[in-house]
């Protein structure tokens, strides 16, 4: 819907695929008005930018954006469809805050031990019980993928209608180029991203504040019971290493962001990051080739703010 205070209001349906970017419309008496486009708040960008300024690994995406300017700062292969790992989950958490309230307390299925070997949890169990807002520390902090499935149980009755709920949430933000299979990032051949939908999807989720807060915790501790009401002690740290001593360039502070790794994604990274004027960036890489490329590739990315 566009329009103005006071002048008339058209509709103008978001397109999967749209022929046009932008949109004119002239009523019957020939009086010109223009509808705003779905994008007028985004950065766009339809190819590189930059991409020579760092050193990606080969194969992989990034994507740097001014978010109050709408600048495109960097961009490199931004609309490459890659495995996102578990940058899954902050679409994960974005739905869960979206349909979902903090103190809803969401019980473990025997689904949480069903996961590949290796996977990392939290130690959920069948019948422990968490809040919403337990969980979601649970899910961006250490990235628990037992977590995961909880609030996606929890959120829509099951991991399959959760997913759904995924990708609308998705094709309602442009992310056109995204498709989810599962709420964790445990990788699939139909699971995959783009650097650009990842910022698509980081733009949205930080409108929540309980989001901002969670992904900048270097650590967390929380209290919740098992299945017969004991309690049990959750002791967790960040896996983003700027929240545990990684130095960010100077006059870049990382406010907090999301982590991602598995053997067919390599390693992944979504950051908030402000400059010396408060202002906010989203920056984004997928596919590093090591997590100590990745964390050097994305410095030299942030970088890129003060030149």
Known sequence: MAGGCGKPQYDMPYVVNPQVSAFRIVDIQEEARTAQPFATDLCVASSD????????????????????????????N????????????????????K???AETV???????????????????????????AQALHA?????????????AEGIAGSVEAF?????????????????????????????????YDIYLIMNEAIKYDMFNEIIGMAEYTT?????????????????????????????VT????KTGTTSAARNCLALLVRDTGGNPYISVILRAETRDVLYEQMTQLLSEISN
């Open 106 to 132: 969401l019980t473990a299925s025997a689904n949480v031990t069903n996961l590949e070997s290796g996977a990392t949890t939290c130690g959920l169990k069948e019948g422990d019980q968490m809040t919403l």
């Open 139 to 151: 899910l961006l902090i250490p990235s628990a993928n037992d977590a995961a499935v909880m609030i």
């Open 254 to 257: 990382v406010v907090g962001g």
């Open 49 to 76: 930018v930059n991409a020579g300024d760092v050193e990606l690994s080969e194969g992989s995406g990034a994507v740097l954006f001014d978010l109050n300017r709408k600048r495109v700062l960097y961009a490199n």
């Open 163 to 195: 997913v759904e709920m995924m990708n609308e949430e998705a094709l309602s933000l442009g992310a056109t180029n995204t498709h989810f299979v599962n709420p964790h990032g445990l990788s699939h051949e139909e699971h995959y991203t783009t650097a």
């Open 78 to 97: 931004l609309h490459e469809r890659l495995y996102p790992a578990s940058l899954t989950k902050i679409m994960t958490a974005l739905v869960a805050l």
């Open 99 to 101: 349909h979902g309230s």
């Open 223 to 251: 209290v919740y019971n098992d299945r017969s009401g004991n309690a049990k002690e959750l002791n967790v740290k960040n896996s983003n290493a700027y929240l545990s001593g990684a130095e960010s360039p100077s006059g």
